[in-house]
């Protein structure tokens, strides 16, 4: 018979990670707190865990489910399956630390405190912000309305709890306008809105349905990706497959009931279009959560944690580290980013907590697996440039079935097994041995 834990009232039964209720107002400080249970945060708890004593590492989390967000994208083609994208938090986070099931309220770096949902306050000696950023459907007019009716032909691969009415949307495609959009705002994964977007074409194509339905991209970027030489290759692909691509396009509105969307003209915000569509597939504004952005010392005017692109130190506050989709480094808001983050962390952080300079350099590192169809995939890295940085003797700028393999099952498989135990800082090892280059400054 499963016991209940008389703290938190789940089946935990006095688990270590257990820290609400009576048992948390005992304990009000710690040596180093991470906020944020996600992809960062988990990786660098993972590997502090090994330094620090169970009280002295306190990760702050109010999600019970992990997801591996990246495999949204296949969720979204029908390729995998929803429940084959998360596990228990608790499973997740190293076993010697303690788990606060709460969420980060506010922010207090001039006193060392973090104040959570659940009333308590945390003081640190050490903190590391990995909060992420969240999509905001709520910024669009008409956007949760049309997500709410899964006949609407609007979707959204950005939410758990929109992900899986995607491939439905595709299938009822028959004719009229595929709209893929791509908002004014930093999002998370920024290849995937045209991801999905290729993979609808594809579907499309296989199913004898393409001649029927046109394939529009509406992205707010000047560019259809950042790093030109997969933009050459991205930009070739719309071509030959006949994908309408529009750059400085941004949605504004939607009317579920009518299907049509409004665009406004970033260059000319007086020129607005509307079109109809029988699929709407929408990236939502995304922004910091609130504790961060209203938190006027750690973040800047974006609501980023303000922190030094190349050690990843908070600007103002010594003690301070961010990662993540949350930090300001100008790279691409990416897991394989974070990956490469997390050793910078770690190691700058440790030489503050000796009371030494940060001596590692974060050069922007970035990945992005873009699925190009159900079979093929260009894998796009980059750094803090937009150069490429790639870790195979080839160019990569190819559509490549090893790379979909790549993608679909070996990176997850690595993110679990790998970096959620605090084992993986990204391939520049591997990288540098492909290369036969043991000079490279990579991080």
């Not at 257990?18 to 040596?31: A, E, L, T, V, Y």
């Not at 207090?108 to 308590?120: F, Q, R, T």
Request: charged share 25%.
């Amino acid at each position: 018979m499963l016991k209940v834990c008389r703290t938190c009232l789940s089946g935990c039964y006095k688990r270590s990670k257990c820290f609400s209720g009576s048992q948390i107002r005992n304990k009000h400080s710690c040596k180093l707190l991470v906020v944020g249970g996600g992809t960062g945060g988990c990786a660098v708890a993972a590997k502090f865990s090994r330094k620090l004593g169970k009280n002295e590492l306190v990760v702050v989390e109010h999600n019970d489910h992990h997801y591996y967000q990246p495999l949204f994208t296949l969720v979204g083609a029908g390729i995998e399956k929803l429940e084959e994208t998360w596990k228990n938090e608790k499973d997740v986070l190293p076993e010697n630390c303690t788990w606060v099931r709460s969420k980060a309220v506010k922010f207090d770096p001039k006193n060392n405190s973090v104040y959570c949902e659940n009333g308590e306050r945390i003081e640190y000696e050490f903190l590391v912000v990995a909060v992420g950023i969240e999509p905001r459907f709520d910024k669009i007019s008409g956007l949760l309305e049309g997500l709410s009716e899964p006949s609407s032909g609007v979707c959204s691969i950005y939410s758990p709890n929109y992900v899986n009415n995607v491939y439905p949307t595709m299938k009822n495609l028959t004719s009229g306008n595929a709209i893929f959009t791509f908002p004014s705002s930093p999002v998370k994964c920024p290849g995937a809105p045209q991801k999905i977007c290729y993979l609808t074409e594809d579907f499309l194509r296989k199913e004898g349905k393409r001649d029927h339905v046109n394939v529009i991209y509406n992205t707010s970027l000047p560019v259809i990706f950042g790093v030109k030489k997969y933009a050459d290759a991205l930009w070739k692909i719309c071509q030959e497959r006949d994908i309408a691509v529009n750059t400085r396009t941004n949605l504004i509105s939607i009317e579920p009931s009518k299907k049509t969307a409004m665009f406004e003209n970033l260059d000319n915000p007086q020129e607005r279009t509307t079109l109809a569509y029988s699929m709407l597939h929408v990236t939502p504004p995304m922004a910091t959560p609130d504790a961060l952005n209203r938190c006027a010392d750690l973040s800047n005017d974006a609501g980023f944690a303000e922190i030094d692109k190349a050690t990843l130190q908070h600007v103002k506050f010594p003690n301070v580290f961010a990662l993540g989709d949350c930090a300001s480094s100008p790279n691409s808001k990416t897991a394989a980013a974070a990956a490469a983050q997390t050793e910078v962390v770690f190691e700058n952080l440790q030489d503050v907590m000796r009371g030494k300079r940060p001596r590692l350099s974060y050069d922007g590192y970035a990945s992005c697996p873009l699925v190009t169809g159900f079979d093929r995939c260009i894998l796009a890295e980059f750094d803090y440039d937009l150069k490429p940085l790639e870790t195979f003797p080839f160019s990569q700028d190819k559509e490549r079935y090893s790379m979909f393999v790549l993608k679909k099952n070996i990176i997850p498989t690595i993110y679990w097994s790998l970096m959620m135990n605090g084992h993986w800082n990204g391939p520049a090892l591997f990288r540098k041995i492909m290369h036969l280059d043991f000079t490279s400054k990579d991080k």
